[in-house]
């Protein structure tokens, strides 16, 4: 008797069940009108234009619609695209009117939904007309070689130069970017590193082509070599002559061994001005060096910066 009690309760869940879901499939196949949360994308932005952070992303529409697509909707909810080609401006604002969202919506919609209104006549849109810029990179290093070792050439930074496109209040005053300070210790072979560029604050509506640069460098051994070279004196009163004391000086030139071997003597102008202010009774002319081969890494004179001479009437 148990048993025959326990099938009649499972017969009559079954049938139970069985009510319940012709039901709910009766239910959620009549027509409904309700309202549904729509998520904006938005695209087809103009090349003049850009989106600003503070633009809208979503709104309400009223639609006539199965319950099975409501249901849907309450799952997964409906994104709408919005073509920004069709955007108005008028008064200072950009916006899409409800004629359009209308349309570009009924378009993304099944056949078997109907549109019926949305929440609002016209949609703003966080617009703003572009400026654009190439600016310059800096790279932000701090290098501590190894002994008898020297940067080669310059830091290369790639990319040079970063397109920035935003309002122009924010990019106009914009002259330079840095990366983020690195320091590089005991340094003896070539580098490379990424690093990223530091974007300076106020600028949440603009866009930078990149937000990382690549900073590399070749490093040398160098070594040094003693070039003795004459001195020339320059703007000697007429009708004397000037004799220094010493006729040459000594530079020390450091660069790499292979560039050491491409220069000589020749190469290198060293000068004294007697036109330079002198007090009276002095015989002491300062030195330049007024010329010097590119590619060094210092060139300096061995023994001071300063000459004794005697004038000579001819």
């Not at 079954?14 to 309700?34: A, H, M, T, V």
């Not at 409501?70 to 069709?86: A, G, T």
């Not at 397109?163 to 072979?189: C, M, W, Y």
């Not at 050491?260 to 102008?269: H, P, R, T, V």
């Amino acid at each position: 008797m148990h048993g025959l009690n326990k099938r009649k309760v499972k017969v009559f869940s079954l049938f139970l069940l069985c009510s319940f879901l012709s039901w709910l499939i009766s239910n959620l196949s009549d027509q409904y009108e309700s309202k549904i949360k729509v998520s904006l994308d938005y695209n087809k932005l103009p090349d003049s234009l850009l989106l600003g952070k503070n633009a809208q992303d979503q709104l309400e529409a009223e639609i006539r619609a199965s319950g099975f697509q409501f249901l849907y909707y309450n799952f997964f909810r409906k994104h709408l695209q919005v073509d920004l080609s069709q955007a108005v401006y008028s008064g200072g604002e950009y916006y899409m009117t409800d004629k359009v969202l209308e349309t570009q919506l009924d378009q993304q919609l099944a056949q078997s939904v109907t549109l019926i209104e949305l929440d609002r006549e016209r949609l703003l849109v966080d617009l703003y007309r572009v400026a654009s810029k190439e600016v310059p990179v800096e790279a932000n290093l701090k290098l501590r070689f190894q002994q008898n070792h020297m940067l080669d050439g310059e830091v290369w930074v790639n990319p040079a130069q970063i397109l920035v496109k935003g309002p122009a209040h924010e990019i106009d005053s914009l002259r330079v970017l840095e990366t983020s300070f690195l320091e590089l210790t005991n340094v003896s072979t070539d580098f490379s590193r990424e690093l990223p560029l530091l974007i300076p604050k106020g600028m949440e509506n603009s866009f930078f082509s990149a937000t990382k640069v690549l900073v590399m460098g070749r490093v040398s051994k160098f070594s040094e070599k003693v070039f003795e070279v004459p001195i020339e004196v320059l703007n000697i009163p007429e009708g004397y002559q000037v004799q220094t004391f010493p006729k040459t000086v000594k530079l020390v030139c450091k660069a790499t061994v292979e560039r050491l071997k491409e220069i000589s003597e020749s190469d290198f102008g060293v000068v004294a001005d007697y036109a330079q202010p002198k007090t009276a009774g002095n015989s002491i002319l300062f030195l330049e060096i007024a010329q010097q081969p590119a590619d060094l890494y210092d060139v300096s004179l061995q023994e001071g910066n300063t000459i004794n001479f005697v004038l000579k009437q001819l």
